[in-house]
């Protein structure tokens, strides 16, 4: 019944910046874990950026400096602030998140960069 809805997503200018926010549709819920996917046209998905429980993030080397992971002071929602946008960084950005033990994902937002 946890239903994840990803917001923020546009199209943009490269070199520009978006701020996506993932939370849990229907009231307040927790995202102790996340992380960000993204799918591009004709690429598999893969993993963007993550943060623990305890905080600690990671980001995929290719947006290691561009983007940043960050939750809420209740741990909701999660963001990820994406900087210096490319052309390349175009894709539906999907969060999965929840407890330790159990996440959820949410349906995508799609991010466009382009001129």
């Known amino acids: 019944q946890v239903q994840l809805v990803e917001s923020g997503g546009g199209l943009v200018q490269p070199g520009g910046s978006l701020r996506l926010s993932c939370a849990a549709s229907?009231?307040?819920?927790?995202?102790?874990?996340a992380e960000w996917y993204r799918q591009a046209p004709g690429k598999q998905r893969e993993l963007v950026a993550s943060?623990?429980?305890?905080?600690?993030?990671n980001y995929a080397d290719f947006v290691m400096g561009r983007f940043t992971i960050s939750r809420g002071s209740a741990r909701t929602p999660v963001y990820l602030q994406m900087n210096s946008l490319k052309p390349e960084d175009t894709a539906v950005y999907l969060c999965?998140?929840?407890?330790?033990?159990?996440?959820?994902w949410g349906r995508g937002t799609q991010v466009t960069v382009a001129s």
């Open positions: 999965r998140g929840g407890s330790v033990n159990w996440q959820y």
């Open positions: 943060i623990t429980d305890g905080g600690t993030v």
């Open positions: 229907g009231g307040y819920f927790p995202l102790d874990v």
